[in-house]
């Protein structure tokens, strides 16, 4: 099983400022990767697939790279709704697996 | 619009079953994979299995293996999650999800729908 790992496990930022996340996979996974959103009390919304690919209505503040091992999401400049616990999600091979999340408070 | 309603919240005691749907909506129901997520209270998300609404084949993480069984009834565009032997750490928030190629990444999320397994 492929292993996820996200870093840091929290994230403390102003709003207007860029946020970078990390998450690693134990073995390469290629592009297979996407990168989820989940405010409390709400379903988890795609944001990334595929590594790099924003999904639909997803704003072009927020953009993913990396390939292979290391992954990264990046806010280009935070909006208050952003606030908000990010997980990573790999689905190169069986079973498919989460990272443990990021929680991205205000500072 | 691209809809998935699930059903309530569920209260079961320990042993017992639970039978979660997902109702889908807006689109073509048998072009699309369906996947379960589960998500225990404060914690993250756990992948449980897919399955294709085209065919009825399933796939399910070895975890689940023996106690799940997901069905689909095409009839009324619904996905069934069936989980037996309930434990008290079933206790979560279980997500239906609508893939966008395969069974994920899952583009569309139910609503989610808690069960709660408890004495």
């Known amino acids: 099983e492929i292993v996820m790992t996200q870093s840091p496990a929290t994230l403390s930022m102003s709003p207007g400022e860029r946020a970078t996340l990390s998450c690693r996979a134990s073995?390469?996974?290629?592009?297979?990767l996407a990168w989820y959103q989940q405010k409390p009390g709400q379903a988890p919304r795609l944001l990334v697939h595929g590594a790099t690919t924003r999904a639909t209505g997803i704003p072009a503040r927020f953009s993913g790279s990396g390939s292979g091992t290391e992954f990264t999401l990046t806010i280009s400049s935070l909006q208050s709704e952003d606030f908000a616990v990010y997980y990573c999600?790999?689905?190169?091979?069986?079973?498919?697996?989460f990272g443990q999340g990021t929680r991205l408070e205000i500072k | 619009q691209v809809q998935l309603v699930q059903s309530g919240p569920e209260v079961r005691k320990p042993g017992a079953s639970v039978k979660v749907s997902c109702k889908a909506s807006?689109?073509?129901?048998?072009?699309?994979?369906i996947s379960w997520v589960r998500q225990a209270p404060g914690q993250g998300l756990e992948y449980m299995g897919w399955?294709?609404?085209?065919?009825?084949?399933?796939n399910y993480v070895q975890k689940f293996q023996g106690r799940v069984t997901m069905t689909t009834d095409t009839s009324t565009s619904t996905v069934y999650m069936e989980l037996r032997s309930l434990r008290s750490d079933d206790t979560a928030f279980y997500y239906c999800?609508?893939?966008?190629?395969?069974?994920?990444?899952?583009?569309?999320w139910g609503q989610g729908s808690l069960v709660t397994v408890s004495s």
């Open positions: 999600q790999q689905y190169k091979n069986w079973p498919v697996t």
């Open positions: 807006g689109y073509t129901f048998n072009s699309y994979a």
């Open positions: 999800g609508r893939g966008i190629m395969g069974a994920t990444p899952i583009d569309h």
């Open positions: 073995q390469s996974i290629s592009s297979n």
């Open positions: 399955i294709s609404t085209y065919n009825g084949n399933t």
